[in-house]
């Protein structure tokens, strides 16, 4: 009997895979009156997710961003983007994956999570598409937030004249292989 569950025990280890982030980005899109579109990236992103065999509804882990990777085409107005995300208080955000849950379209689910930015837990959910290709598994998610609701007051210029929108649109792409 020991015998049968420790076989078992071995063979779902087997089959939850540890999937490994060879590229990814999170991007997030927002603007100021009198600009055009404040779109920082982050390209270096880090990543604990698994999943088993090739079933996305398994998919589960969390992904990291360094918030002083963030970079726009304005490096002074990344310095004042550092300074309202305090990054030296909060350098690292969080997006914890809890559950998948398919929608009607192929290859399209919603990604139930919370994030974790700027000290602040909160559930968030992703759409997004998530495909597989052989060995690599391609997730493209968008969501929005709004900065107030994890205590980040964004830059004004002029008073409120040009603040910078506190409704910011997250796009993360991440590609892993199995």
């Known amino acids: 009997m020991k015998f049968l569950v420790l076989s078992l025990i071995l063979g779902l280890s087997l089959i939850a895979g540890e999937l490994t982030l060879q590229s990814g980005s999170v991007m997030g899109l927002t603007g100021v009156v009198g600009d055009r579109n404040i779109d920082p990236k982050n390209e270096q992103l880090s990543a604990a997710l698994s999943m088993e065999s090739n079933d996305i509804l398994t998919l589960k882990g969390t992904i990291d961003v360094k918030m002083a990777m963030f970079k726009s085409s304005n490096a002074d107005r990344d310095e004042h983007m550092y ?8 350098a690292n955000s969080r997006y914890t994956i809890k559950s998948v849950e398919a929608i009607d379209t192929p290859d399209h689910y919603t ?33 929005k937030i709004n900065v107030e609701d994890y205590d980040i007051e964004m830059p004004c210029l002029l008073g409120f004249t040009m603040c910078v929108d506190e409704n910011v649109a997250i796009n993360g792409v991440a590609v892993l292989s199995k």
């Open 83 to 90: 300074e309202a995300l305090e990054i030296e208080d909060f």
């Open 111 to 143: 990604l139930k999570g919370e994030l974790e930015l700027h000290g602040v837990k909160k559930p968030l959910d992703f759409k997004a598409k998530i495909t597989i290709d052989g060995k690599t598994v391609t997730i493209e998610a968008t969501s």
